[in-house]
């Protein structure tokens, strides 16, 4: 009698077990695309809800003396910069004026993109 329990026990096991893959199996497609769906939403939180074109989208990044403003990053570093705001001689004076000549309307949001 205890050896017919002990298989019952087994065989619901194994039902259970392959009832949850069964699950899985079916709702994959549903399961995938929530994921691919959450990268997208994480992915366009950091493009700011808008796409990368290479003739208009600029390379920007917050300026380092004032947090709201926007300053081009190729420019930063093509100016060096690094060595006005982040050296060890560095003050805030030459950075901001560093930055200034970096201080574009492309990176302002007057001429960016659509969002889509």
Known sequence: MKLRRKAQSIMEFLALISFILAV?????????????????????TWGYGRQYDPD??????????SLDRWI???????NDCHTACLGFESDDATCSAC???????ICNN???PPAI
């Open 24 to 44: 899985f199996f079916i709702f994959q497609k549903y399961i995938s695309r929530g994921f691919v769906g959450r990268m997208k939403a994480t992915g366009d």
């Open 72 to 78: 081009d990053t190729d420019c930063f570093e093509a």
């Open 110 to 112: 007057a001429q960016l």
């Open 56 to 65: 208009i989208t600029s390379n920007c990044r917050t300026s380092l003396s």
């Open 99 to 105: 930055e200034d000549l970096c201080d574009t309307d």
